[in-house]
């Protein structure tokens, strides 16, 4: 349904957005906190390429420092995922039996867990420090990660390679290590670039309800949520990082999507 | 085989008992944990007031005591009343918001699912055409773009340019039911329209569909007489994680179109340290959440013969 | 497949159907215009319609229509006005007040109102049970206090004495110059004894006394509706002593909690009253709607507590550095831009006559050399060896505008870098009272206009100071001398002393001074601004603008 042509489009744009957010405190033109009363909100111009808010300030570079926030919010968050998720999984699917079944049973159950209105909790009762944002989010988003791995696991325990890493007497760790995991980093992949944008999305959920970063940090979230109290005034404020946060998650989508689909071709059967 | 399936039923509902019991525990040590309690105002209460309060909601007491003591009323129906709202038990307060929160959520679910199946077996019918092409890259925009976008962009538009819709409230205005069903479906709508899409695409290659075209049946008799049934299985899968998605959904949603539902009651009573509004919440979600998980996977097994076997 | 095409179509009708039709939205308030009934804006859900537990404005609102004390204020003045009591008399001292009830006054069921019934909602309020958060505004009358603090358990000690039917009277602790002002407050609030003790325990917080179909009232409205959320409409009291020249049918009271929400709802015809008024929005209505905004002083200030337990801020030369480096004016006309006054005392000015000390403006002016100077003489030269400061407020987009500008100030003007730190609303309240900050956003809005209700809150064991500032010469004259004045201008003089006292202390950072901003529809007569922002709902009306040609 996706072509070539926009996969690489938007592996272009995404490697842009990234590269240009991440570079934000020597490419914006201004300082993102930098105030000007008396310039006010302005719409966009020559000197302020998106226009500046309601305290003057440059939204161009508010949105490249927000991106960049929100970008190593998404990245630390789904490497908590990644780790929590992966260790998870691998063990359980490895060791199995009695283990395996316990673990899993504790996965479906946070699956059931209510954990939006956790993580709200959470930011409610310890204030909201970015390492906790990011902890919360990752202990959210690594369930069915967990899950992936330890079907991944499970199936290639049965495989002979691991038979015969066994008969040459490799260690349980050794096997894991050395022969399980590399064999299912594809699927660990994909659902890792699509662990991104949910995670991106949650923070950004979270911004908006007032629980996420704080002034005058800002993350497309916040600036998503000032801007709307003021769309009638100042649309731009709205518009601008409503359309960044949306290009990025759909550049991220768009290309786990690609990767699966590639990865379910290459093997058959491979990835539930 | 009825058997089977009772034990199924009975297992899973022993395991949501102990479920809720931890959402319960974990509830009640982060709110407890959360600086500030629920008569901290801005103006100082004196010594006296405080003690007269805590002492008649029996925060006074340990915290077990008090969790244990709330575990009894529970169970007996009965959540305590609201600190926030002397003079309203939190019963009384989840029965005023509920209707407008499960009216929001069926409605924004019949319009996922009626423009999600539709939309979906349209890009099936032909993968790679243009209706494919298109609604499928509205459906990716649809799960790129959060509610908390497309709300205020939907008011934006509708609401002040065109004044063509109310701008807020639930059940106020002629039409203000709109954009907030709107803004809730879209996301659903988008991945429904995929998996619909996906099952079909996979049914119409089997070989009973062959049977059926090579009959000479219009295509989209095929779809909906035949293919339609297998393919929403994985539709149907969603729907228990959809519903528990609704309820982050209504949060912004509420939020944004200011509906007296009880996802804006929650917001609200974790800001005001409603002790037992926030675990009677809670657990009525968590209770909620765990109830469609099965009611889905019941719904499977009736559309699967497959699994019924599995579980015979 | 016709069955299938009608099936589809059924379920788009049935999907129109539920969500009802799209048409072009009606104006409720023009509705209401003809019709007398009042749409207004009340920023949020009242947490109760008991007198003695409420202790919101919003809550405030409602209760001033639903019931009556014995004296109001004048809509425009806030001169006391005979309400409840037709007249009443003062003894010489000013410490006994005699009140005449009006034999005509009714409850909402038609009962008589008596001077027992407010004997009675007196004891009410004092009792610890219920948490009345403004129990200490009985603390005039003489031994309520006394009878609080649980000294003695005996209420017939408390100077509230019911000579016959129809006359209240009370001794007061010491003579009052605001005592009459209380009278109009909901703590003091008549209440209708049989009614609530109908429910249980009149003193049980949980009661449902207060629901419709059980609240009695004295008031010129009654409770008609209360849906959760949603809203509460009162309705015209028939019982009402003046009730024939209450204008209004019913009045509606929206929990509209978002500002820019409740701007549109106004605009598009919905209400005939907003609570506020986004900042952005101003301007808008400036320029093309001026008739429709209303702004006025309002008796409230804006400042920055300093914890000056904190070393670094332990030294005056830093708090007084800190205060001169911010242009209030810069603010208030920037940030603010509803014509909030620059702040340099803690008393706004012309609190029912006093004002502030005239040197304070000079005292706190914005001069960044003489804050410089100051600083330096700190041993902080060019912001050198200052710790970074944090500024606490409670998150709120307006907080953190005035913060922002702050930080920006200090920082271009004395290199001084501060963070800002946002709680939400209850942990900002923990954090601030256990003192854990450097600097906090903090106002007080005035219970009754009197200058001692800004004043008190500085007193050392007052536990609303929470910035350690302890200055024993400052209780002195609040405590001791200011109750042994003998004249209004002298009562000033003190008060200007403490004022003086409190202001080279310097806990705190004056900023500026409230403004109420309300959007106003035109059909809505009779509503004039006051200092404490309090309608009086029997004196509104509305006319349908259809008509204004006849005028």
């Given at each position: 349904?996706?072509?070539?042509?926009?996969?690489?489009?938007?592996?272009?744009?995404?490697?842009?957005?990234?590269?240009?957010?991440?570079?934000?405190?020597?490419?914006?033109?201004?300082?993102?906190?930098?105030?000007?009363?008396?310039?006010?909100?302005?719409?966009p111009s020559l000197q302020h390429w998106l226009g500046t808010d309601s305290f003057g300030r440059d939204l161009l570079s508010r949105l490249l420092h927000g991106g960049r926030l929100s970008m190593l919010i998404g990245l630390c968050a789904t490497a908590v995922a990644l780790l929590l998720g992966v260790s998870w999984g691998a063990t359980a699917g490895f060791v199995g039996?009695?283990?395996?079944?316990?673990?899993?049973?504790?996965?479906?159950?946070?699956?059931?867990?209510?954990?939006?209105?956790?993580?709200?909790?959470?930011?409610?009762?310890?204030?909201?420090?970015?390492?906790?944002?990011?902890?919360?989010?990752?202990?959210?988003?690594?369930l069915t990660m967990a899950r992936i791995v330890r079907a991944q696991v499970r199936a290639l325990k049965q495989s002979e390679f691991v038979e015969a890493a066994r008969c040459i007497g490799l260690s349980n760790r050794q096997i894991?290590?050395?022969?399980?995991?590399?064999?299912?980093?594809?699927?660990?992949?994909?659902?890792?670039?699509?662990?991104?944008?949910?995670?991106?999305?949650?923070?950004?959920?979270?911004?908006?309800?007032?629980?996420?970063?704080?002034?005058?940090?800002s993350s497309w979230g916040a600036l998503i949520s000032q801007g709307v109290e003021t769309m009638e005034e100042y649309p731009w404020l709205l518009l601008y990082p409503a359309a960044a946060l949306t290009t990025t998650l759909l550049c991220l989508n768009l290309l786990g999507d690609q990767l699966r689909d590639w990865l379910e071709n290459s093997s058959p059967g491979g990835a539930a | 085989m009825n058997s089977a399936l009772l034990r199924m039923i009975a297992g899973r509902l022993a395991s949501a008992a102990l479920l809720l019991l931890l959402v319960a525990a974990v509830t009640f040590a982060l709110i407890h944990a959360a600086p500030g309690?629920?008569?901290?105002?801005?103006?100082?209460?004196?010594?006296?007031?405080?003690?007269?309060?805590?002492?008649?909601?029996?925060?006074?007491?340990?915290?077990?005591?008090?969790?244990?003591?709330?575990?009894?009323?529970?169970?007996?129906?009965?959540?305590?009343?609201?600190?926030?709202?002397?003079?309203?038990?939190?019963?009384?307060?989840?029965?005023?918001?509920?209707?407008?929160?499960?009216?929001?959520?069926?409605?924004?679910?019949?319009?996922?699912?009626?423009?999600?199946?539709?939309?979906?077996?349209?890009?099936?019918?032909?993968?790679?055409?243009?209706?494919?092409?298109?609604?499928?890259?509205?459906?990716?925009?649809?799960?790129?773009?959060?509610?908390?976008?497309?709300?205020?962009?939907?008011?934006?538009?509708?609401?002040?340019?065109?004044?063509?819709?109310?701008?807020?409230?639930?059940?106020?205005?002629?039409?203000?039911?709109?954009l907030p069903t709107v803004t809730l479906a879209a996301g659903y709508c988008a991945y429904i329209a995929r998996l619909t899409r996906a099952g079909l695409c996979q049914q119409l290659s089997q070989p009973y569909i062959i049977t059926a075209r090579s009959k000479g049946l219009s295509e989209l008799a095929i779809?909906?007489?035949?293919?339609?049934?297998?393919?929403?299985?994985?539709?149907?899968?969603?729907?228990?994680?959809?519903?528990?998605?609704l309820i982050a959904g209504s949060f912004v949603v509420e939020t944004i179109f200011q509906i007296p539902g009880i996802g804006r009651f929650y917001i609200q009573a974790a800001f005001n340290r409603d002790y037992t509004l926030i675990m009677a919440l809670t657990l009525f979600f968590a209770a909620l959440i765990i109830f469609f998980n099965l009611l889905a996977d019941l719904v499977a097994l009736w559309l699967d013969p497959r699994q019924r076997e599995a579980l015979s | 497949m016709l069955l299938y095409r009608a099936q589809r179509c059924a379920a788009v009708l049935a999907i129109v159907a539920l969500l009802g039709a799209c048409s072009p939205a009606e104006r409720r308030a023009d509705l209401g215009s003809e019709q007398g009934v009042l749409h207004w804006g009340n920023a949020s859900e009242p947490q109760s319609l008991d007198p003695h537990i409420a202790n919101g404005v919003p809550e405030q609102?409602?209760?001033?229509?639903?019931?009556?004390?014995?004296?109001?204020?004048?809509?425009?003045?806030?001169?006391?006005?005979?309400?409840?009591?037709?007249?009443w008399q003062v003894s010489d001292d000013g410490l006994r007040y005699r009140f005449f009830l009006r034999p005509q006054a009714r409850w909402s069921n038609g009962d008589a109102v008596t001077a027992e019934d407010y004997r009675w909602a007196w004891w009410r309020a004092l009792q610890p049970q219920l948490g009345n958060p403004f129990a200490t505004l009985l603390f005039v009358i003489a031994g309520a206090q006394q009878y609080w603090q649980q000294q003695h358990g005996d209420f017939d000690q408390v100077g509230i004495r019911v000579l016959d039917r129809l006359t209240l009277e009370v001794e007061l602790a010491h003579p009052s110059e605001h005592f009459l002002q209380l009278l109009d407050m909901p703590t003091l609030y008549p209440l209708h004894r049989a009614s609530i003790e109908r429910h249980g325990n009149p003193s049980a917080r949980a009661s449902r006394w207060t629901h419709p179909g059980n609240l009695v009232s004295n008031g010129p409205f009654r409770l008609r509706q209360w849906q959760i959320n949603r809203r509460i409409t009162v309705e015209k009291n028939p019982h009402y002593w003046e009730a024939q020249s209450v204008a209004l049918n019913q009045i509606v009271f929206y929990p509209t909690e978002n500002i820019t929400t409740e701007e549109r709802l106004f605009r598009a015809g919905q209400l005939h009253y907003s609570y506020d008024v986004p900042v952005d929005k101003l301007r808008y209505y400036q320029r093309y709607h001026p008739e429709q905004l209303s702004l006025a002083p309002y008796l409230g200030s804006?400042?920055?507590?300093?914890?000056?337990?904190?070393?670094?801020?332990?030294?005056?030369?830093?708090?007084?550095?800190?205060?001169?480096?911010?242009?209030?004016?810069?603010?208030?006309?920037?940030?603010?831009?509803?014509?909030?006054?620059?702040?340099?005392?803690?008393?706004?000015?012309?609190?029912?006559?006093?004002?502030?000390?005239?040197?304070?403006?000079?005292?706190?002016?914005?001069?960044?050399?003489?804050?410089?100077?100051?600083?330096?003489?700190?041993?902080?030269?060019?912001?050198?060896?200052?710790?970074?400061?944090?500024?606490?407020?409670?998150?709120q987009e307006e907080h953190r505008k005035v913060a922002v500008a702050i930080q920006q100030m200090w920082k271009q003007h004395l290199n001084v870098d501060a963070t800002l730190h946002n709680q939400e609303w209850k942990v900002y309240l923990d954090t601030e009272r256990r003192g854990d900050y450097q600097i906090a956003r903090a106002s007080w809005i005035g219970d009754y206009v009197d200058a001692r209700n800004f004043l008190e809150i500085w007193l050392c064991a007052s536990d609303n100071n929470r910035t350690g500032w302890c200055d024993p010469e400052f209780d002195r004259i609040l405590l001791e001398a200011l109750p042994r004045a003998n004249s209004t201008a002298q009562r000033h003089q003190l008060l200007q002393q403490a004022e003086q006292r409190l202001l080279d202390g310097l806990p705190l950072l004056p900023?500026?001074?409230?403004?109420?901003?309300?959007?106003?529809?035109?059909?809505?007569?009779?509503?004039?601004?006051?200092?404490?922002?309090?309608?009086?709902?029997?004196?509104l009306w509305l006319q349908p603008h259809n008509e204004l040609g006849d005028e």
């Open positions: 349904m996706t072509g070539k042509l926009a996969t690489s489009a938007a592996l272009w744009l995404l490697a842009t957005i990234t590269a240009v957010c991440l570079l934000a405190p020597w490419l914006a033109p201004y300082d993102p906190s930098a105030q000007n009363l008396l310039l006010g909100a302005q719409p039996g009695r283990t395996d079944a316990l673990m899993m049973r504790v996965v479906d159950a946070l699956y059931a867990l209510p954990f939006v209105m956790f993580v709200v909790l959470l930011m409610v009762v310890f204030g909201r420090s970015l390492a906790l944002l990011f902890i919360a989010i990752g202990a959210v988003e690594w894991l290590w050395r022969h399980v995991l590399p064999n299912c980093s594809g699927p660990i992949i994909v659902y890792t670039t699509l662990t991104i944008p949910s995670v991106m999305l949650l923070e950004a959920f979270l911004s908006f309800l007032g629980l996420g970063v704080q002034p005058p940090q | 309690g629920p008569f901290a105002s801005d103006r100082a209460v004196s010594a006296e007031v405080e003690a007269a309060l805590n002492a008649q909601y029996r925060l006074d007491q340990p915290l077990p005591a008090q969790f244990f003591a709330y575990l009894g009323q529970a169970l007996q129906g009965n959540f305590g009343p609201s600190y926030r709202y002397p003079g309203r038990t939190v019963s009384e307060l989840i029965i005023a918001g509920l209707p407008a929160t499960l009216e929001l959520a069926c409605y924004a679910l019949l319009l996922a699912l009626l423009i999600g199946i539709v939309a979906g077996s349209l890009a099936a019918r032909r993968p790679g055409s243009a209706a494919d092409q298109l609604s499928m890259g509205l459906a990716l925009l649809g799960i790129c773009l959060p509610a908390f976008v497309l709300g205020p962009l939907l008011v934006l538009v509708f609401g002040v340019y065109l004044e063509w819709l109310p701008v807020s409230g639930w059940g106020e205005l002629a039409g203000d039911k709109w779809i909906v007489h035949h293919a339609l049934r297998g393919a929403l299985l994985p539709v149907v899968a969603y729907l228990g994680p959809a519903c528990a998605g | 609102k409602i209760l001033s229509a639903l019931f009556e004390g014995l004296v109001g204020k004048d809509p425009q003045t806030l001169a006391p006005i005979p309400a409840g009591a037709s007249h804006y400042f920055y507590r300093f914890n000056t337990r904190r070393p670094e801020l332990a030294d005056a030369r830093v708090r007084r550095a800190l205060a001169m480096a911010i242009d209030r004016q810069l603010i208030t006309e920037q940030v603010l831009r509803a014509g909030q006054l620059p702040a340099f005392a803690m008393t706004p000015p012309n609190t029912a006559g006093y004002y502030p000390p005239a040197t304070a403006p000079q005292q706190l002016r914005f001069d960044p050399a003489a804050a410089r100077a100051l600083l330096a003489a700190a041993g902080y030269p060019n912001g050198e060896g200052l710790p970074s400061l944090e500024i606490l407020y409670n998150t900023i500026y001074t409230y403004t109420s901003k309300h959007l106003i529809h035109p059909d809505l007569r009779g509503y004039s601004a006051n200092l404490l922002n309090q309608p009086l709902f029997k004196r």
